[in-house]
């Protein structure tokens, strides 16, 4: 499962040498990770995008989807 997830991730990242939208790219990784279950590294991914580019539109769908994950989280106790 984590080779999967390394392959989406050198996708996304060789993908995003060629497109202008780096932050659209990250966002696509973190969903690559989060259909992978690796919950931590799509955090710090979405984290990323809000750090990198606060005042794209991309980095509010992804403040929402750090939120709506951290509240999942907080709910199970993890």
């Not at 996708?11 to 969903?31: E, H, M, T, V």
């Not at 769908?61 to 993890?78: P, Q």
């Amino acid at each position: 499962m984590r080779n999967t997830v390394a392959c989406w991730c050198l996708f996304f990242l060789l993908f995003g040498l060629c497109s202008r939208d780096k932050a659209a790219d990250l966002y696509g990784a973190a969903q690559a990770e989060e259909a992978q279950d690796d919950r931590l590294s799509a955090e710090a991914t979405y984290e990323r995008i809000i750090r990198e580019f606060p005042d794209s539109t991309t980095a509010t769908k992804a403040r929402e989807r750090l939120a709506t994950l951290r509240s999942v989280s907080a709910a199970h106790g993890m």
